[in-house]
């Protein structure tokens, strides 16, 4: 059932979010919620798993860490088949095994069989595209398994089709209903369309009939006018007729005062025209001075803000500049020290040592490097010791309370257990069963080539110890302790290929792991010590750490 409504909340998701790529990025950066970004980021993911693998891979590993966050097993499933399927483009089948077997343990916590049914078919046939026929039947044993202890069957996917198929029929009868109602709405529309048109045409002839009235008035209106302007000049003809009847009779008598006023005008004209023009001149000479004081000022202004736009781009460009180097201070100080460690260092500029009372601590170190080392180039010998250290790095990286603490030459060394929460050292000890499977993979292919391989012995041990930030140029974080040292002894009574524990490491895994008893073994400085081989997990469900 929960399979079912895994697969069915996906296809909903598909259904709602069927949009263009640009438009599913533009709502990723809009999203709020952290289930919004995983729905979104899952459907850019299969937008670009044919066109884009990097693209791909960044959309379906996003979506996988959130849905893993929410614990949403189905969703958790699916990206990781997703995931395995971009590697798969990509013709990189280590990482295709990685991410199908992480997809098969969600489907399996999701109880989603057809996704099982398909993690194992696609495993299966990889193992035989590496021509092992033994890890082929091997992963469909532990699908037969599952299966078996769980009581699913073929039938049982009949029945989860058939009822996906009722639900998306369902969803086809409203989508139906829904058209209907939309075919009628656009019926009535179209009549209310067609009596639009119908009132569009009666108005278009009442306008035509307001526009020839209008016209009719206007010209009665330009006549009526025409006739009031000829009453008017000839009014204005007469009374001018009159004025200079009147003019005449006046200026018999006033003549002579006249010429003296004109006399006494014409003077008082020059004198004023005099003042006017020493004027105008004084009022040019402050207009000239007032222009070059405002254009000085409006100079030094433009200078001012030029200056001002350069300092405030090159302040914006230096923050810019300082912004990205802190960002990529913060990472490669995130690639050195664990989160906790690296906020605690920066806000106090030194980290407070701290104890921790149950911590398992692993150590990794190969067969016989010196005599290997002999038989390759440098070049080649560190290149596959970086090969074989970003495999663990990226095992390691699957589970959130394993931190890696150092390499040491050929030796890689890791821990969990190292916060203040209590964990249990389940996920270290599946950690180290990958590392011994992704070493025996290294292991076929380089037979095959006829070059040398690295075995691996693994020893764990469980215990207090001390950890802190030491050095303040090249400072390193480090663990100490008795813990670490049986550790390594653990290590150094391995045999290649191995996994060795203590009896205290024992004691915390013994219900969860099928273990050997070696029984009491001597180790350097501490004695003899019980220890223990772990053959494999005895669960039936196991799960990758959120």
């Not at 044919?50 to 791909?56: C, F, G, I, Q, S």
């Not at 009132?199 to 278009?204: G, I, V």
Request: some cysteine; hydrophobic content about 35%.
């Amino acid at each position: 059932m929960k399979a079912l409504l895994s697969a069915c909340f996906v296809c909903c998701a598909i259904f709602a979010f069927g949009q263009s790529i640009e438009e599913l990025e533009q709502k990723l950066r809009e999203a709020e919620t952290n289930k919004e970004k995983m729905l979104y980021s899952f459907e850019l993911a299969q937008a670009y798993v044919r066109t884009n693998t990097d693209k791909a891979l960044e959309y379906g590993k996003q979506a996988h860490n959130l849905a893993t966050q929410q614990s949403n097993s189905g969703m958790s499933a699916q990206s990781a088949y997703l995931v395995a399927e971009a590697y798969e483009r990509a013709r990189d089948d280590r990482n295709v095994e990685v991410w199908l077997k992480s997809a098969y343990n969600f489907a399996k916590q999701a109880k989603d069989s057809d996704l099982i049914i398909k993690s194992v078919d696609k495993r299966s046939r990889l193992a035989k595209k590496q021509r092992n026929e033994q890890r082929a039947i091997q992963i469909y044993e532990e699908a037969f398994t599952y299966f078996s202890q769980k009581g699913t069957s073929i039938s049982d996917l009949e029945s989860n089709f058939d009822l996906q198929k009722a639900g998306i029929d369902r969803q086809k009868r409203d989508l139906e209903k829904e058209r209907d109602k939309l075919e009628f709405e656009v019926r009535n529309l179209s009549a209310e369309r067609d009596q639009l048109s119908s009132d569009k045409s009666h108005l278009e002839v009442r306008q035509e009939q307001l526009v020839r009235e209008t016209q009719r008035k206007s010209s009665e209106l330009s006549t009526k006018q025409v006739e009031l302007e000829t009453v008017a000049e000839e009014k204005k003809r007469i009374e001018e007729e009159k004025k200079m009847k009147e003019r005449l009779i006046s200026t018999l008598n006033k003549e002579a005062l006249a010429d003296s006023l004109v006399l006494a005008e014409r003077e008082l004209a020059i004198q004023i025209s005099d003042a006017a023009l020493a004027e105008e001149k004084t009022l040019r000479s402050y207009f000239f001075i007032g222009a070059g004081v405002l254009v000085l000022l409006a100079f030094l202004m433009f200078l001012l803000y030029s200056s001002s736009r350069r300092a405030k781009r090159k302040i914006e460009e230096k923050s810019r500049i300082i912004d990205l180097e802190r960002e990529k201070s913060d990472e490669l100080l995130l690639n050195i020290l664990p989160a906790q460690i690296a906020t605690e260092l920066k806000q106090f500029s030194k980290v407070k040592a701290r104890r921790y009372e149950e911590v398992t601590v692993m150590f990794v170190d190969f067969k016989n490097f010196t005599s290997i080392s002999e038989q390759l180039s440098p070049e080649d010998l560190v290149e596959e010791l970086d090969r074989c250290f970003k495999g663990f790095d990226f095992i390691i990286h699957q589970y959130r309370d394993v931190e890696k603490i150092k390499t040491i030459g050929d030796a890689y060394m890791c821990a969990s257990g190292l916060s203040e929460q209590k964990s249990m050292p389940f996920n270290i000890i599946r950690a180290a069963f990958e590392m011994q499977q992704f070493l025996e993979e290294q292991k076929q292919e380089r037979m095959r080539l006829g070059k040398p391989f690295f075995e691996a012995r693994i020893g764990l041990h469980t215990g207090s110890v001390v950890a802190g930030v030491v050095g303040v140029n090249k400072f390193a974080y480090d663990i100490w302790g008795d813990t670490v040292n049986i550790a390594s002894r653990m290590e150094g009574n391995c045999e290649p290929g191995r996994i060795n524990i203590s009896e205290m490491t024992y004691n915390l895994v013994k219900y969860q792991f099928e273990c050997e008893y070696r029984g009491k073994i001597d180790a350097k400085n501490k004695g003899a010590i019980d220890m223990y081989y772990v053959v494999k997990e005895t669960t039936g469900v196991t799960a990758m750490a959120s």
